[in-house]
Structure formats: C-alpha cells, structure tokens
C-alpha cells in the first residue's frame, strides 16, 4: 500500500503569515487531494492536484489562499496563505489507489 | 449532489459490547464505499473497503456491509474495547477515476472500560 509522508504534523502560526505543508508518496501517482478538516467537523475537499497543471479548486477555495504545487508524481505542497484564526485546522493530503484512498498523517494548524 | 449522513454522532458503550454504525449516502451510484477511523487530531486510517458490487467485507472484529439501492452501509464492531475509541467515518467514492471521496461527518466511539 501507498505510504504518504506529511510534514509538519503540527504548526502555531502568527495571523498574517503563511504555512506550506509537503506530502510524500512512496509510488506515482496521478492525482493528489487536499482536504480540510475543521474543529469538529468531517472532511471538506480543497483542491485537487494534477501533475503539469493547476489545481483544481473546489467551490469556496481560491488559489490566491491556498496555493498548491505539484512539481513531480511523488510531491506536493499546499501553502495556507496570509492566516487567520479560521484557518485552524487539520489539513490532510490523499492519494486514490486501486484498493482504496490513502490518507498522509495530517497537519494540526492552529493560528494565534 | 452526494451527500453522506452518519448516525449516530457520539456513541458511548462498555466494553465488550457489539455495535454498529450507520451511514447513508443519498446517490446510490457510487463506485465504492470505505469506512476509515481518525484518532483525535490524527490523520485517516482505512478500515475497509467495499466495492459497490459487493454486499460486505470483513476484517478481524469489523464486519462492513453495504445495501447499494438503498443508499445504505453499517460498520459493525465486535467485543468492543477501549482501543476502538476514535471517531469513524464513512466515504463514498463516485467514479472509477480519481475522484474525490465524500464523506460524512463521523460517529464518535467512546468504549469504557
């Protein structure tokens, strides 16, 4: 199975700055997945990463917010842009694969 | 538009007790259906997978069953134990491409010794 490494696990972050969080496959992959999980809440997906193209976001997210790269089929970045207290989440990275979905380990951002 | 619903909320039971989770999805046209576990602040681990020809699918004391044409799965867990405390959660997957999975909001698992 596909084992996807997330860094960080955990970050506190001023408002007004910006964090960028890394997934690692251990396979390639076409697709990657960015997914926000509030306090409380389930799962919201971001954006979607194809390799070669821009991210495809969903209704409610922009690419100025949260700008995603996906450089090769192994990698991919999500930054969380200019912070606010709303923004303090989990933020998760996922890859689809013939026996399921794989999910990374997640990031706890809290913002102060 | 898929929506998945997840009853109940919150569960408390002792240990040792059997029970079962229910999710609905409302588009019985799914590809596949995974339950999945999240520890608090964690990420998502998978427990099962079934795919949408399927009727059910087991793993050690987890039994996942799934009624395509009513939109419906259950995720049935036996001699519960303090372990299986965490939140489950139910996703559905569309199509056979890659497609994002969609998910309901959780049952949260509290077993008390």
């Known amino acids: 199975s596909a084992v996807i490494s997330q860094k960080p696990s955990r970050d506190i972050c001023q408002r007004g700055t910006s964090l960028t969080i890394q997934c690692q496959v251990d396979?390639?992959?076409?697709?990657m997945f960015w997914y926000r999980q509030q306090p409380g809440q389930s799962l919201t997906l971001i954006a979607t990463?194809?390799?070669?193209?821009?991210?495809?976001?969903e209704s409610g997210f922009v690419i100025d917010k949260f700008p995603i790269s996906r450089p090769n089929l192994t990698f991919s970045t999500l930054t969380v842009s200019n912070m606010s207290p709303e923004d303090s989440s989990i933020y998760l990275c996922?890859?689809?694969?013939?026996?399921?979905?794989?999910f990374g380990s997640g990031t706890r951002l809290t913002v102060v | 538009k898929q929506e998945v619903t997840q009853i109940p909320a919150a569960l408390s039971v002792p240990e040792g007790e059997n029970l079962v989770l229910n999710c609905s999805f409302t588009?019985?046209?799914?590809?596949?259906l995974q339950w999945f576990r999240q520890d608090p602040g964690k990420g998502l681990t998978s427990l099962l997978l079934?795919?949408?020809?399927?009727r059910e699918q087991t793993s050690g004391r987890l039994n996942a069953s799934l009624d395509k044409s009513s939109g419906r799965s259950t995720l049935y867990i036996a001699a519960s134990q303090p372990g299986d405390s965490a939140t489950y959660l139910c996703?559905?997957?569309?199509?056979?491409?890659?497609?994002?999975?969609?998910f309901g909001k959780g049952t949260r698992l509290s077993v008390i010794a």
């Open positions: 079934i795919q949408s020809s399927q």
């Open positions: 990463a194809n390799q070669g193209s821009e991210a495809t976001y």
């Open positions: 996922s890859v689809a694969m013939n026996y399921g979905y794989t």
């Open positions: 996703a559905v997957r569309q199509g056979s491409g890659n497609t994002p999975l969609v």
């Open positions: 396979s390639q992959v076409t697709m």
């Open positions: 588009d019985s046209a799914i590809y596949n």
